[in-house]
């Protein structure tokens, strides 16, 4: 999740440098720091460009920079290239332990009325959503690297992979609603609830009852 930082660092021949700037923010921000971070802590746009020429900085997206020492967390670095990406389908299943396996392209969902890069669309499953219906359902969760990332609750996920099901393999698909059944923390009121918002109430019944 993101929070705002305080740090007030004017430069000067009795300040501290640059680099020890930086580390400090990335101590506040975690694995990604912004150029709006770096502004506000005294720094320069110009500062920034020469740690990305000097190999001090690697940029991940625009006005977002990394460690280049940094193992990426992919999901992280995903999630920073737009405000509208949720983690959903094939991923939200492995961010929820309800996949055994990572998914070759990311599943992600943004409004239907925006749109993303070529290049990250190319490199993701996207799934499209009306706007009124994008944040039904998120919350964070922690990649498996740690950073928190948004993703759907288990119940806005059965309902996806329902409404989305010939677009996912069919054992990962039978393995979401077994795993989902069989295991723990399951919120029944809230699936059905979401189940007539997305208009899958049939089919989960028709699932359900072949479970049972």
């Keep these: 999740m993101m929070h ?6 004017k430069l000067g021949s009795d300040c501290m440098k640059a680099d020890v700037v930086i580390e400090k923010i990335f101590n506040e921000r975690g694995s990604v720091i912004t150029t709006a971070d770096a502004v506000r802590a005294g720094l320069s746009r ?3 460009s020469q740690f990305v020429k000097d190999g001090k900085l690697e940029r ?3 006005g977002r920079y990394t460690r280049p020492e940094t193992f990426a967390d992919e999901l992280y670095l ?3 290239q737009s ?3 949720i983690f959903s389908h094939e991923t939200a299943l492995f961010l929820h332990d309800m996949a055994e396996r990572t998914p070759m392209k990311h599943s992600l969902t943004i409004p239907s009325n925006c749109k993303l890069s070529p290049t990250l669309a190319d490199g993701c499953k996207v799934y499209y959503v009306k706007p009124e219906l994008h944040s039904v359902g998120t919350c964070y969760l922690p990649s498996k690297m740690g950073n ?3 993703t759907y609750n288990m119940e806005r ?3 996806d992979i329902l409404r989305s099901r010939s677009r996912i393999d069919s054992q990962i698909f039978a393995a979401a609603i077994n795993n989902y059944t069989s295991g723990k923390g399951q919120d029944w009121k809230l699936l059905i609830e ?3 918002l997305f208009r899958v109430t049939k089919l989960l019944r028709q699932y359900l009852e072949v479970l049972s």
């Design 60 to 62: 991940v997206a625009h």
């Design 194 to 196: 979401y189940a007539e």
């Design 78 to 80: 995903l999630q920073q």
């Design 4 to 9: 705002n930082i305080g740090i007030n660092v």
């Design 148 to 150: 928190e990332v948004i």
């Design 46 to 48: 110009m500062t920034i």
């Design 83 to 85: 405000e509208k990406i």
């Design 157 to 159: 996920t059965i309902c």
